[in-house]
């Protein structure tokens, strides 16, 4: 992954049930499975920068996937270094996505999207996403 612009799918797993206080968006309701986060970086630093933060335990609460971080496991990222703002397009796409449901309101305050979080049961189908989103994107792993 490039310090460059870009959109990104942060994806995360739920070990077990919780409740995470979300700032002014209030109590979610986290279940064991599979967390899809969406978001952009066309700031400094890019999609890498934006993406190692999300994985960092240690940090300041400045967007609400910052107050899920002690509640999931980052495993990786889906990521495309398009000059285009694709986060809304993905989101669409995920949602759409068999068995993938989305958590209200996350992660979109700034837009018109119902949700820029998804849950699903099992490990998201990257393959299906790029079937449905098109374009050129690449993996990331956490390690």
Same mark, same amino acid.
Do not use: N
């Given at each position: 992954?490039? $310090?460059?612009p ?6 995360l797993?739920? $070990? ?17 499975g599979?967390?899809i ?7 400094p630093?890019g999609?890498r ?6 994985c960092?335990t ?15 496991? $980052? ?7 398009s $000059? ?21 309101r ?8 119902a949700?820029?979080?998804?849950y699903?049961a099992?490990?998201p ?7 449905l989103?098109?374009?050129d ?6 390690a």
């Amino acid at each position: 992954m490039k $310090p460059a612009p870009g959109t990104y799918a942060l994806i995360l797993r739920c $070990p077990s049930k919780a409740s995470a206080g979300v700032g002014r968006l209030g109590r979610i309701d986290l279940k064991r499975g599979y967390y899809i986060y969406v978001g952009s970086a066309f700031g400094p630093g890019g999609v890498r920068a934006r993406v190692t933060r999300h994985c960092r335990t240690e940090k300041a609460r400045r967007w609400h996937i910052d107050y899920l971080r002690e509640f999931v496991t $980052p495993l990786g990222a889906w990521y495309s270094h398009s $000059p285009v703002h694709l986060e809304h397009t993905w989101a669409q796409h995920i949602g759409a996505m068999p068995g993938v449901s989305s958590i209200p309101r996350f992660g979109c305050s700034d837009c018109r999207c119902a949700s820029h979080l998804f849950y699903t049961a099992r490990p998201p189908d990257m393959a299906g996403f790029v079937a449905l989103a098109g374009g050129d994107v690449e993996t990331w792993s956490y390690a």
